[in-house]
């Protein structure tokens, strides 16, 4: 059974940082890409952080410089550091992996609220 768990979220004043993680099961995690994306209501999940089997990171502009991913195979975990968190940074965050390419894996998600 694949099942992918997040957890560390969390109420964060504006300015501060939080780390998140999610543990995997039932895949072979060392070879996964994995994601973390995030929703509002009423908005699409958005990719904020992937990392490559090699550890190779990739974020968009709106979180660069101030998250970071990062894996630990060993653990089966992936992790995402928040620093410097913004009002906007509000959201659900899901843990995500594309299996064969073909078939999205999410989490529960895990609620980070930053106050302004």
């Known amino acids: 059974q694949v099942q992918l768990v997040e957890s560390g979220g969390g109420l964060v004043q504006a300015g501060g940082s939080l780390r998140i993680s999610c543990v995997v099961s039932g895949i072979s995690f060392s070879g996964a890409t994995m994601d973390w994306y995030r929703q509002t209501p009423g908005k699409q999940r958005d990719m904020v952080a992937r990392?490559?089997?090699?550890?190779?990171?990739n974020y968009p502009d709106s979180v660069k410089g101030r998250f970071t991913i990062s894996r630990d195979n060993a653990k089966s975990t992936v992790y995402l550091q928040m620093n410097s968190l913004k009002a906007e940074d509000t959201a659900v965050y899901y843990c995500?992996?594309?299996?064969?390419?073909?078939?999205?894996?999410w989490g529960q998600g895990t609620q980070v609220t930053v106050s302004s």
């Open positions: 990392i490559t089997p090699g550890g190779i990171a």
């Open positions: 995500h992996s594309l299996r064969w390419g073909v078939t999205h894996l």
